[in-house]
């Protein structure tokens, strides 16, 4: 019932925008990928400082059933409507251009097992009456996108992906970003980042109950105390970058250990940052099935794979490619202990081999500027 009235709202809200003329110069970014990797919120921030010949609006969280009616109408106006999620517009003058929010390693729309096929036709309708432009940086990625979503081969433009601009380009430093998270200066730092994917959709209560008790890797065998310990031991500092909806299960989302740091969206967002602005600055990578790692095969750094739940969110989701040992370039745990085991040496020649090959199969869009080349190929389309 409650997306059947977000839905009323929205054709409601439409028809009020639909009467406001458009503006060739306006650009309206509806950003539902938060501030963890989000190509829109970086191609605004891009446009505000390379174009100010453009005005651009920022409508976040987005779809949002809160927006004020001066929003609604920059949203009529724009000539332009960049989004992450689904594709949106009011009307046929206006150029939706759709950068999505990874490259998908889970399964979804009609390829996913949880997906209801209702919700898949009328997800595939609307990409095909508004979507664009697609941004897409390789064959494979327009390949699964397809796949779970039916895109048109022709709307994909391959240009890169925005966020890819600012991952080798840290907005501060490693000595800052151990400072602000750690309070703690460290010449030797080794500074890892967990960001594990939405864990809610395995329908477990178990898993949920543990990672509200603090057990953030859901581990069997999980000791906190015994994990500081040991990254303290060898320098090695890790943030915890947790799903927004796991963050809201802690009252109080801080730690109490001096290697371990939870990073919440309050301390992104009163910077005005994105994650991806601080990726830079790790040394390694965990999480498990999130797509996050095809990026930071850029940065080129040691990736650990946490497999502790693989079997199961195959089965309740499942993957788009297999098998899951051949797709990951990195060691695999699925316990607290062999994952102590793997930080002492997560790195050699033949996993950066691997890096290597997934990199060039994944980013066939080669360089920088990505964010210019996006600029211009949506502003030279009639």
Known sequence: MK??????????????????????????????AGRSGSNGYLFYKYLQLNHPEYQVTLVEPWPSSHLDRMTWKKIGSARYIVTTHQPFKVKKGQLNIQLWHGVPLKRMGIMANNTRRKDNCRNEKLWHKYADIVASNSDLYETLMSACIAVEGKKYHKVGFPRLDYLQKPIITKEELLQDL???????????????????????????????????????????????????ERHQYLIVKLHPYEMRMFAD?????????????????????????????????????????????????????VTNFLKQYEKTRGLLLSPYEEITPGIKVNSQAQLLEALKEPDNQQIRDRRLYWLHLTQEVKGENYCEKLFACMTKVN
């Open 253 to 305: 989302f801080s730690s109490k250990y001096s290697n371990i740091a939870f990073l919440n969206n309050d301390y992104l967002f009163d910077h005005n940052y994105d994650l991806y602005e601080l990726l830079g600055d790790t040394d390694f990578l965990l999480t498990d099935f999130s797509s996050i790692y095809f990026d930071y095969l850029l940065l080129n750094n040691p990736i650990i794979f």
């Open 3 to 32: 997306s059947l009235l977000f839905r009323v709202y929205l054709c409601l809200m439409k028809i009020f925008a639909y009467f406001n003329p458009i503006q060739p110069n306006e650009v309206v970014i509806l950003n539902g």
């Open 182 to 232: 750690f309070h703690q200066t460290d010449a030797e730092a080794q500074i890892g980042i967990y960001m594990p994917t939405f864990r809610y959709e395995l329908d477990d209560p178990k898993i949920m109950a543990q990672i509200k008790a603090g057990n953030f890797f859901a581990f069997a065998d999980f000791d906190v105390a015994q994990l500081n310990a040991a990254l303290k």
